[in-house]
């Protein structure tokens, strides 16, 4: 089994010390195997608040990490740096690939870069990163759940979310669901939930980890994904809420995906 910790939004430079000291030590007692970070790790991408983001990631002591950059991690007011150099500080922290693949037995993760320092909040899908991650898909080796990461959503509940999907997203939902994704797990609009989706998969969202930029009726909260090969479901989905009251992460809903229907 492959146990994976989703950790989205953190934007650091407004976290929150008590719920950051909380999420180390619900870390410290589930012991993944694998760190999510899908996007929106800092809020104005200084190299102060990327600092403290790659101190938390290494108090956390989950042996792999796979990062997104989010919108949030280009510089915004530093125009020279975000046209030539945009990812400069986000690689000085989190190493210099923005993409990512890494394969166990039982997972094939695909972590794709959804930003484009021309947006400032939109993210962007290429025909070619659809096509080539399509392929990748679809090679997976049996047994092996497959799972996209990206930072903006391809799928929303709210209306009001509908224009924070990706660009291409209708495309990529097309040839991704042909070619078997089993989850789209992403972050951005700080509303964790999980959908099936028409096209095949499931959309598999986080809310905001440790900020204090948190979205009416959804505290911070982070996904614990549970891949087992030998299990007749996809995966599993745990939500897991901070709770004030209590100091601690609390489990707050449990999805067992089988596989959707398709339209």
Known sequence: ???????????????????????????????????????????????????????FVDRLHVPRCVAVPGNHDIPLWH???????????YRAAFGAELEHT???????????????????????LSAAQ????????????????????????????????????????????????????DLIVGGHIHLPFVLPLAGGGWAVQAGTAVSSRVRDGAGNSVNVIRIDAAASERAVVERWDHDAAQGDFVLRQAHRLQAPPRG
């Open 1 to 55: 089994m492959t146990l994976l910790l989703q950790v989205s939004d953190p934007h650091f430079g407004t976290e929150r010390a008590p719920v950051v000291h909380a999420l180390v030590r619900f870390a410290h007692s589930l012991k993944p195997d694998v760190l999510l970070l899908s996007g929106d790790i800092t809020q104005r991408a200084t190299r102060a608040q990327f600092a403290a983001a790659r101190a």
């Open 130 to 181: 659809i096509e080539r991650t399509a392929e990748r898909i679809a090679q997976a080796r049996p047994g092996q759940r497959r799972v996209v990461m990206v930072h903006q959503p391809l799928a929303v509940t709210q209306p009001e979310d509908d224009n924070n999907r990706l660009h291409g997203h209708a495309e990529a939902l097309r040839a991704w669901g042909a070619a078997g994704v």
């Open 79 to 89: 125009l020279p740096l975000r046209m030539l150099r945009p990812y400069a500080r």
């Open 102 to 124: 890494l394969q166990t037995d039982d997972l094939l993760l695909l972590a794709l870069n959804t930003t484009r320092w021309w947006r400032h909040e939109d993210g962007e």
